[in-house]
């Protein structure tokens, strides 16, 4: 079965870190690029960043650049979200999703079950 | 402020037709493909349609999308009680130089 499961998530205060993890089985990871979507409660979808397959080329939105740092591990079919510098409007559950490989689209197509962040004093 | 404008909410009565409009610009509906997801209570997104108008495997042929200048489409005919849900557009946007989502619409059916 192709799947993506998130872990990592919790409770942390402002400024603190955090670091998601998402394992992929039932497909090759490795060919795929991948994405982070979060949503924070009660309002919509927001992409954070995207890594290609080979890791060669990164985004980030404007919100989360120079604060959170996404990589993967191909060999453990793993990717990451390092979060730094938490905010309190970085709280939201965290998705990761697959990409369906067409450049420059938001196509994603495999999605795992969120990851919770609520960053709070 | 999404960069994508999507009406709220929707409704419609079992079996009718009901569409859901995403307003964009040159930057990215104008001249990116457009995607459809459907957020089910309490579940992960699903993508319903890609590039405009394909359905993944295992989509009904219920939902269609069109793409016209800087405006989409999302058709659901046929409406039935389990397509209540929250609908967003997306689409790689040139300017932010990543993909953005519409601000979400919420379906109920009667």
């Known amino acids: 079965e192709v799947q993506l499961v998130e872990s990592g998530g919790g409770l942390v205060q402002p400024g603190g870190s955090l670091r998601l993890s998402c394992a992929a089985s039932?497909?090759?990871?490795?060919?795929?690029?991948m994405n982070w979507v979060r949503q924070a409660p009660g309002k919509g979808l927001e992409w954070v960043s995207y890594l290609s397959s080979s890791s060669r080329t990164i985004f980030y939105a404007d919100s989360v650049r120079g604060r959170f740092t996404i990589s993967r591990d191909n060999a453990k079919n793993s990717l990451f979200l390092q979060m730094n510098s938490l905010r309190d409007e970085d709280t939201a559950v965290y998705y990761c999703?697959?990409?369906?490989?067409?450049?420059?689209?938001?196509?994603?197509?495999?999605w795992g079950q969120g990851a919770m962040v609520i960053v709070s004093s | 402020q999404s960069v994508l404008t999507q009406p709220p909410s929707a409704s419609g009565t079992p079996g009718q037709r009901v569409t859901i409009s995403c307003s964009g610009s040159?930057?990215?509906?104008?001249?990116?493909?457009v995607n459809w997801y459907q957020q089910l209570p309490g579940t992960a997104p699903k993508l319903l349609i890609y590039t405009n108008n394909q359905r993944p495997s295992g989509v009904p042929d219920r939902f269609s999308g069109s793409k016209s200048g800087t405006s989409a489409s999302l058709a659901i005919s046929g409406l039935q009680s389990e397509d209540e849900a929250d609908y967003y557009c997306?689409?790689?946007?040139?300017?932010?130089?990543?993909?953005?989502f519409g601000g979400g619409t919420k379906l109920t059916v009667l």
């Open positions: 997306a689409v790689w946007d040139d300017s932010l130089d990543g993909p953005v």
């Open positions: 040159s930057s990215n509906i104008g001249s990116k493909a």
């Open positions: 999703a697959r990409d369906v490989g067409i450049p420059y689209n938001a196509a994603f197509d495999i």
């Open positions: 039932g497909f090759s990871f490795n060919v795929y690029a």
